[in-house]
C-alpha cells in the first residue's frame, strides 16, 4: 500500500514523536533518539519546505496559464481579422481570395509539411 504525501507527514511526525518521549527505552534498545529525532525532524523540514515552494510553483503556472491562453486568443481573433481583410482586398469570390481562404483550414505551423505555393500568384510582367 502506498501512502499519500499527507500519510507520509502525518507518519514521520509519530515517529519523531515517539522518540522524544519514549527517551529512555529507545536508549535501552541501543538506539540515539536524539539524532533520530534531528535526522527525521531535518528530513520532515525539507519535505514541507519543498512542497510549499511546489505549490507556489503551481500558482505561477496557473497564472501564466491563463495568460498564454488569453495571448493565444487574442493573437487568433487579429489574425483571422487580418485574413478577412486580404480576402476583401483580393475580392471575396475571386480565385486569389479562395486560396487564402484555404488558410484557415490549414492547422500546421510554418516549416512543417512540404513547403506550399504562394496563396496569391505573382502578377505577370507585362510582355515587352
Known amino acids: 500500500m502506498t501512502l499519500?504525501?499527507?500519510?507520509?507527514?502525518?507518519?514521520a511526525k509519530r515517529v519523531v514523536e515517539l522518540f522524544e518521549t519514549e527517551l529512555a527505552m529507545m536508549?535501552?534498545?541501543?538506539?540515539?533518539?536524539?539524532?533520530i529525532t534531528s535526522v527525521l525532524t531535518e528530513k520532515l523540514e525539507a519535505t514541507v519546505a519543498a512542497d510549499a515552494r511546489q505549490e507556489d510553483l503551481k500558482r505561477q503556472l496557473r497564472g501564466v496559464t491563463q495568460e498564454v491562453v488569453a495571448l493565444a486568443d487574442d493573437l487568433y481573433r487579429s489574425s483571422s481579422?487580418?485574413?478577412?481583410?486580404a480576402i476583401?482586398?483580393?475580392?471575396?469570390?475571386s480565385d486569389a481570395a479562395a486560396k487564402i481562404r484555404r488558410i484557415?483550414?490549414?492547422v500546421r505551423m510554418p516549416g512543417?509539411?512540404?513547403e506550399?505555393?504562394?496563396?496569391?500568384?505573382?502578377?505577370?510582367?507585362?510582355?515587352?
Open 27 to 35: 536508549e535501552a534498545a541501543g538506539f540515539d533518539p536524539k539524532h
Open 88 to 93: 476583401a482586398a483580393a475580392g471575396k469570390g
Open 104 to 106: 484557415r483550414s490549414r
Open 81 to 85: 481579422g487580418y485574413l478577412d481583410a
Open 112 to 114: 512543417n509539411g512540404p
Open 116 to 128: 506550399e505555393a504562394p496563396a496569391v500568384p505573382p502578377v505577370a510582367e507585362a510582355k515587352a
Open 4 to 11: 499519500s504525501y499527507t500519510e507520509k507527514i502525518g507518519r
